[in-house]
């Protein structure tokens, strides 16, 4: 659906100086509320809960309440009709003709994408299975910037399910706008899904760095470490005296952590059967008492399982409620900013995508993930791909940002396909992608060797 609206679908669709705004808007709404009290009045959000939600939901939808909007909202995954198998087009087009804003969280990757082509008003991605959640990110770095007076250059240790969390898979990606060094720290068989790794890498300039473990050692043997910080200093300006082991206020040399980001396990994203991590971090006052700890703050999504002790409640470091609690001005800001209630004092935030080469694929290629939203709903969502490379062909997902290697492009014309290399000589709408050259030989496409000679 072709329009102007904004949504806010993965943390990437703000520009840097977008959420500095969004930040100093909400912490005016945090000072003092009763100025926002009807600045979304005669609005409705659509807060739509496909999965279990406690902070999320109850902070939008306190936050609608807040600006004096109203809020309709499915609160169980069996309760409306996508639990009799309408497809979240459906369901997208017909809601988005009541409400003015509709958040959702989903369990497939992507669905918020898909929800919001489908419909013409401003989606929040409230989580979308193991993808992302953009609010959250905002909610972690508004409390990261509110406590340490900036986030470039500080140190953030991720420590938990890394591979399935979505808080952190949208986090890295804002600590990396802002400049921060990241710490992962995952739980056994646990690490960050490599797609993520690579657009680290190949977006942001980031390089996993070899970390000695007598630096850090506040996790227990048999848990893997990976460091990253920017390669690309001047892109980044990143701090020299950080390469070195200077905190950003250049005095004392630091081996020390600055946030350390608890998550839980996700069971609910494991495959049936798979067993409970072997070995896991577990943050406890002991750990904290070590001296790289000293100002460490510590945060943490929640829901809390045992990952984080209860005894750290109490300690001035452990900062998680008051983080929640940032989630109502947080969201009342992004909110007001994506109803155009609130205009941001910066220029529009570039759309990401609008510059990125789209290859949309009605025959062959699909998703390599079976829950991304366009594996789950093929007969409405076309699988769509970014073009990262042409030699070898890589593809990213449009709606769950996994990575795809093609090994056979084809001519829809001839119907005879090529090695992946001829890629430029076939007219774009011509074009087409395979897995395979086994994939497009099933799809009726014969199988040539020579270059392509067709304009
Ligand atoms: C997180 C989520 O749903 O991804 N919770 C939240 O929104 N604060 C984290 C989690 O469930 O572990």
Not at 127 to 150: A, M, R, S, V
Not at 256 to 267: A, G, P
Request: with cysteine.
């Amino acid at each position: 659906m072709e329009s102007n609206k904004r949504d806010l679908l993965a943390i990437e669709d703000l520009s840097l100086q977008e959420i500095e705004a969004i930040f100093s808007l909400a912490n005016q709404m945090e000072e003092s509320l009763s100025p926002y009290s009807s600045l979304c009045s005669n609005r409705i959000m659509a807060s739509l809960f496909f999965e279990p939600s406690t902070r999320t939901r109850l902070s939008f939808e306190t936050a609608m309440h807040r600006l004096g909007g109203r809020v309709i909202s499915v609160s169980e995954a069996d309760t409306s009709s996508l639990a009799k198998g309408e497809s979240l087009a459906d369901t997208a087009r017909v809601i988005g003709s009541y409400v003015d804003i509709i958040v959702i969280r989903h369990p497939w990757e992507g669905s918020a994408r898909a929800f919001a082509e489908y419909t013409p008003v401003p989606v929040i991605n409230g989580g979308d299975g193991g993808h992302q959640h953009p609010t959250q990110t905002l909610c972690d770095l508004y409390t990261i910037k509110k406590e340490k007076g900036h986030i470039k250059g500080l140190r953030v240790a991720l420590c938990g399910d890394l591979r399935n969390g979505r808080t952190v898979h949208s986090l890295v990606y804002g600590l990396a706008m802002f400049g921060a060094e990241i710490i992962c720290a995952p739980g056994a068989d646990l690490d960050m899904p490599p797609h993520l790794l690579t657009k680290l890498k190949t977006e942001y300039g980031y390089e996993p760095v070899q970390l000695n473990r007598s630096d850090i050692k506040f996790l227990k043997e048999g848990l893997d470490l990976l460091y990253m910080s920017p390669s690309k200093p001047v892109q980044l300006s990143f701090p020299e005296e950080s390469f070195v082991g200077f905190s950003a206020k250049g005095k004392e040399l630091v081996r020390n952590i600055d946030i350390l980001y608890v998550t839980r396990v996700q069971k609910e994203r494991f495959v049936p059967g798979t067993e409970k991590p072997s070995s896991y971090p577990v943050i406890d006052k002991k750990t904290l008492a070590e001296a790289k700890f000293k100002e460490t703050i510590v945060m943490h999504p929640l829901p809390r399982v045992d990952e984080l002790a209860p005894e750290v409640d109490t300690d001035p470091r452990g900062i998680y409620f008051k983080q929640a609690a940032r989630g109502v001005p947080i969201r009342m800001a992004i909110t007001s900013f994506l109803l155009g209630a609130k205009k941001l004092p910066v220029e529009e935030g570039p759309d990401q995508r609008k510059n990125k080469e789209i290859y949309k694929s009605r025959h062959g290629l699909a998703c390599a993930n079976k829950n991304c939203a366009s594996f789950k709903e093929r007969q409405f969502l076309a699988p769509k791909f970014e073009i990262l490379s042409q030699e070898p062909l890589k593809l990213r997902c449009v709606y769950c940002e996994y990575e795809i290697e093609a090994r056979c492009v084809g001519n829809l014309r001839s119907k005879r396909c090529y090695p992946p290399e001829n890629i430029t000589k076939i007219k774009k709408e011509h074009l087409v992608i395979f897995e395979s050259i086994k994939q497009a030989e099933e799809l009726s496409f014969k199988s040539v060797n020579a270059p392509v000679s067709l304009p």
